[in-house]
């Protein structure tokens, strides 16, 4: 599995997140910078978490116009797999991939805390190497985390199965307790918590390697 992770200015968990796709995949992923545009061959696309322009307009939005993401969106729209987490998360809904949004906590404080997440959907390229109802644990840290969006795509979200995975206790406000969701193809993920995070019992705990492994099981 070739991987490519995305990095903006402002991003802080690149390296992370490349880490992790290199213990899972046993390759080490090319690393693309935002002003590039055009993506290496690869089957899979990593935007990472971090504070993209500082956050400046809103968490997402200047990065989603950033000369790499529209190759990133030309290579989802041919099926390739592009996981968002975090602030990648937000640069995806800002770019029009995934739909909704995230706005501010519902306590409007930043959160920083480990968290409880069910696999709510288990048939995807992403979470196949879960279990329907598995509980992980794996960490959170944001400010505007509280995905939100009308009622007519919050249905259309239920009930085509594209709630990926959904909080246990509720840290932000989320409608429908939401922290990740597919895109109508299912080969977009957007995620607030942070899998990268979790994949070492030295850094407390290795749920999070579920989403690695199910990507590398979906592209055996």
Known sequence: MRVAVVTFPGSNCDRDLAVAFARATGRIPKRVWHADSELPSVDVVGLPGGFSYGDYLRC????????????????????????????????????GLLPGALIGNRDRRFVSRWVELDVTHPDSDFTRAGKAGQRLR????????????????????????????????NPNGSAHDIA???????????????????????LGGTDGSVVFRSLVEALA
């Open 138 to 169: 794996v960490p959170i840290a944001h400010h505007d985390g509280n995905y939100t969006a009308d009622a007519e795509t919050l249905a259309r979200l239920e009930g085509d199965g594209r709630v990926a995975f959904r909080y246990v206790d």
């Open 60 to 95: 997402g939005a200047i990065a989603a116009r950033s000369p790499i993401m529209r190759a990133v969106a030309d290579f989802a729209a041919r099926g390739g797999r592009v996981l968002g987490i975090c602030n990648g998360f937000q640069i995806l809904t800002e770019a």
């Open 180 to 202: 990740g969701i597919l895109s109508a193809g299912g080969n977009v993920l957007g995620l607030m918590p942070h899998p990268e995070r979790a994949i070492d019992k030295a």
